[in-house]
């Protein structure tokens, strides 16, 4: 089959989690809740989440303000990983101590998966869609990936994931058409969540 349709993807990141990262905080749960009733009128043809915990749980709790049936999936390619570990020499002098530092505080183990999963998430959820018409997708992931997506719609070095933040609950949506680039709808957008509930797991000095 052709990939000849639009697919809008919806990206979120896991709601907040507590401090062992095995379930969501009460505050995570309202996020999750919100977000669900922000994407209610969407007509999703899918959920997909990563396996960990707090990832499962906000899109379970998400997939309950649907109101319909929408298939949920659980797909390692979306979890939580370092999808790119750059060399010293790809990145700007001024910050390459500190994404070295940062990027290096993650296992070999860590930091080896993650290209491969980083590079079947694009092929299985990123650029136009099989069949005809608009498809919608969510998928709820981590701040990484989220941040991964985000770099290649914009075709940004590979190393560029670094530095884009995602708080709890925020909505990224990428829309893939046919013989477009890819368009940046929303990048980070917390519209749906009360002030109270807004900027966690975001970088404090960034916050606004």
Not at 97 to 123: C, N, S, W, Y
Not at 182 to 191: F, H, S
């Amino acid at each position: 089959m052709t990939a000849s349709a639009t697919r809008v993807l919806y990206i979120a990141r896991h709601a907040e989690a507590s401090p062992d990262e095995s379930e969501l905080t009460e505050r995570g749960c309202r996020q999750a809740a919100l977000l669900g009733g922000r994407l209610r009128d969407v007509p999703l043809a899918a959920v997909h989440h990563g396996p960990l915990p707090r990832a499962a749980q906000t899109a379970r709790l998400i997939h309950e303000q649907l109101g319909r049936e929408v298939p949920l999936h659980v797909s390692e390619a979306v979890g939580d990983y370092v999808p790119y570990s750059p060399a010293r020499e790809e990145l700007p002098e001024e910050s390459a101590d500190r994404f070295l530092a940062f990027v290096g505080q993650f296992t070999e183990e860590e930091r080896g998966k993650g290209p491969e999963l980083a590079a079947d998430a694009l092929a299985r959820f990123t650029g136009p869609a099989d069949g005809t018409g608009i498809q919608h997708e969510l998928v709820v992931t981590h701040a990484f990936l989220a941040a991964w997506f985000v770099r290649d719609a914009l075709d940004a070095p590979a190393w560029r994931w670094l530095g884009l933040n995602h708080a709890n609950a925020a909505l990224t949506v990428i829309r893939y058409a046919p013989g477009r680039p890819a368009a940046l709808v929303a990048v980070n957008d917390t519209g749906h969540l009360p002030e109270d509930l807004r900027w966690t797991g975001f970088p404090p000095d960034l916050r606004i």
